[in-house]
């Protein structure tokens, strides 16, 4: 299974409810949901590298499975943690610097379309990509 490609998001389930439950302000929720959001990805064995343009930011990092690194979300929010692969799945771990608590994300490819799902405290959203 490859995530190779450009990603635009179609649609989301539940995403505000997780961003106000992640104790970002109404406005950058407001803001979020309309950020036409592209999500390239590169995978070269286990290393990844991945672009993000939306309408407030362009970010590019690389990563590889297993390793620790440290990510800033669009809110300013920092994180350390991992992604590995379960089966099809990427699956990220990470901790919040600011306050210790989870943040969990996963990836996966389903027919068309990579579906980003996201948990914390309790609450679940999703993300849904279409190739660009």
């Given amino acids: 299974m490859t ?11 539940n995403y ?15 803001l979020a949901a309309h950020d036409n959001l592209k999500i390239t990805l590169e995978q070269t064995g286990d290393k990844f590298h ?11 990092l ?7 690194f440290e990510y800033s979300l669009a809110d ?7 992604w590995v692969m379960e089966g099809e799945t990427l699956k990220g771990s990470f901790t919040r610097k600011d306050n210790g608590k ?3 994300t996963t990836r996966q490819i389903v ?9 914390y ?3 679940d959203a999703k993300r849904i990509f279409k190739r660009s």
């Fill in 3 to 13: 995530f190779n490609g450009t990603w635009k998001v179609d649609h989301s389930d």
């Fill in 16 to 30: 505000e409810k997780f961003m106000e439950q992640m104790g970002i302000n109404l406005v950058k929720r407001k």
């Fill in 50 to 60: 991945v672009k993000e343009v939306s309408a407030f930011r362009t970010l590019e």
């Fill in 62 to 68: 690389d990563f590889t499975l297993g390793v620790n």
């Fill in 76 to 82: 300013g929010t920092e994180l350390s943690g991992a």
């Fill in 102 to 104: 989870a943040l969990t």
């Fill in 111 to 119: 027919g068309d379309e990579l579906i980003q799902s996201y948990s």
């Fill in 121 to 123: 405290e309790g609450v």
